[in-house]
């Protein structure tokens, strides 16, 4: 069993910025991908950004490319979200993953474990 515990979310002014970290109790597994997902009210929940185990691959969605920014401790088993420049529309619960044996978490079919979530709310 896996679990992720989230922190680092909160109200900001849009142009501000915000760190998420997550850290996964994961030591029976070494290899795995965490990621990012979000979900805003009345929208379904989409992916963000991931991140493969070594820390030297990285992947994100469009509407947060270079504003956003993945990285990672594996020592630690812990994943950071950078957001930069954040806008009203990123308003949302983001949620940590991890998929077992996988080089990035894509998709939600890919995760295996989903962590409580934490909000990130953008005002205008």
């Known amino acids: 069993q896996v679990q992720l515990v989230e922190s680092g979310g909160g109200l900001v002014q849009a142009g501000g910025s915000l760190r998420l970290s997550c850290t996964a109790s994961?030591?029976?597994?070494?290899?795995?991908?965490m990621g990012w997902f979000r979900q805003a009210p009345g929208k379904e929940r989409e992916f963000v950004a991931s991140?493969?185990?070594?820390?030297?691959?990285?992947y994100y969605t469009d509407s947060v490319k270079g504003r956003f920014t993945i990285s990672g401790d594996s020592a630690q088993n812990t994943v950071y979200l950078q957001m930069n420049s954040l806008k009203p529309e990123d308003t949302a619960v983001y949620f940590c993953?991890?998929?077992?044996?996988?080089?990035?978490?894509?998709?939600?079919?890919?995760?295996?474990?989903w962590g409580q979530g934490t909000q990130v709310s953008v005002s205008s």
């Open positions: 991140i493969d185990r070594s820390g030297g691959n990285t």
């Open positions: 993953v991890l998929g077992l044996h996988r080089l990035m978490v894509v998709r939600t079919t890919n995760v295996d474990y």
């Open positions: 994961v030591r029976t597994f070494s290899n795995y991908a």
